[in-house]
């Protein structure tokens, strides 16, 4: 059976790749649940943070502390919540250790209902990403 994870790694299937290093992988989120809701991933399979390594773990929380200031400027959030399911019984939906990024706002009722943003809307605001991610 085949990764869903691995195969947007691989470039198999296209995605809103917003950055990349050896060990991670970072995109956005097809259905989010926020503006900017951002997947950071393992490039290396387990299907979740107890079968990897610790240092894939520390990659995975390194790559979330560098980028989601990023995230914010880019989407003019104020917060943001950081989720991790761990198992099909606690939601996990991927079976491809990762992390989400969820942007959030000062004044707006935070939900966690999965959004249908068009393609269009996913590549702007991936630029966006990209952008304050290169500035850094």
Partial sequence: MSC?????????????????NEEVFVFLD???MS????????KIH???????????????MNAVY??????MRAVG?????LGMNHGVCAGQMIL????HIMPRWNNVLRTFERTHPSSDELAEIAEKIRFEIESL
């Fill in 4 to 20: 869903l994870f691995c195969e947007i790694i691989s470039g198999v299937i296209p995605c809103e790749k917003v950055y990349e």
């Fill in 66 to 71: 560098r980028l989601a200031p990023s995230i």
């Fill in 96 to 99: 491809h250790t990762h992390l």
């Fill in 77 to 81: 959030a104020d917060g943001y919540n």
């Fill in 35 to 42: 503006k900017g809701h951002t997947i950071v991933t393992s």
């Fill in 46 to 60: 387990a299907e979740n943070l107890a079968e990897g390594t610790v240092e894939s773990a520390l990659h995975l």
């Fill in 30 to 32: 097809i259905s989010p």
